[in-house]
């Protein structure tokens, strides 16, 4: 299975800061990368798809890129709603479909 | 809109079976391929299972490979998961997804499984 490195595991950030969250695969998964967000007790949401593309209706401050090994999810002016658990997930080595442990981001 | 609601959780002794419902409205269930996924408490995302809009491809993660039957009833509009042999390794909030392409773009609220004695 492909394994998905996720950095950091946690940071801490305060409204209005860029934050930057990096998401490593153990081979290349060409841009077969998604993102998720999660909040306490919640499903889930799909944030980016394609490594890059916006899912609709989510906010323009979210931000996806990379492409091969190594891709990042970008908040360019973190909001109060977005203090949740973010996880990728790739689907090039579909059917072992394999996610990141997720990263944390809390109120500094 | 799209709503997907998981039901049949509860406390199962280990050694003991289950089967998950998910009961799904708002899109044409028949068109999609179906996902279940988990989450032990306080830890990440872990892929179980889908199954191909006709039923007719089915995959499983290793970890549940000839203990969990996952099914469809497109009539019903509804997706299951047969999970039997449980283990206190599959405690866990299993969430019903429905994939688009290659991602999970809706997903239930979930529903808790405790394997424990």
């Known amino acids: 299975d492909i394994q998905m490195t996720q950095s950091p595991s946690s940071l801490s950030a305060s409204v209005g800061d860029r934050v930057t969250i990096t998401c490593r695969a153990s081979?290349?998964?060409?841009?077969?990368l998604n993102w998720y967000q999660q909040k306490p007790e919640k499903a889930p949401k799909l944030l980016i798809h394609?490594?890059?593309k916006l899912e609709s209706g989510v906010p323009s401050r979210f931000s996806g890129s990379g492409s091969g090994t190594d891709f990042t999810l970008t908040i360019s002016s973190l909001q109060p709603d977005d203090f949740a658990t973010y996880y990728c997930?790739?689907?090039?080595?579909?059917?072992?479909?394999?996610f990141g442990q997720g990263t944390r981001l809390d109120i500094k | 809109q799209v709503q997907l609601v998981e039901s049949g959780g509860g406390l199962v002794k280990p050694g003991g079976s289950l089967r998950l419902s998910c009961a799904a409205s708002g899109f044409t269930f028949s068109d999609y391929y179906m996902s279940w996924v988990r989450q032990p408490p306080g830890m990440g995302l872990e892929w179980v299972s889908y199954i191909s809009s006709s039923g007719s491809t089915i995959y499983y993660a290793g970890s549940v490979k000839g203990r969990f039957a996952i099914s469809r009833d497109n009539a019903k509009n509804s997706l299951y998961l047969q999970m039997n042999s449980l283990r206190a390794e599959d405690t866990a909030v299993y969430y019903c997804?429905?994939?688009?392409?290659?991602?999970?773009?809706?997903w239930g609220q979930g529903t808790l499984v405790t394997v424990s004695s």
């Open positions: 081979q290349s998964i060409s841009n077969y």
């Open positions: 997804a429905r994939m688009s392409g290659r991602d999970f773009d809706s």
């Open positions: 997930q790739q689907s090039y080595d579909t059917p072992s479909i394999t």
């Open positions: 394609g490594a890059s």
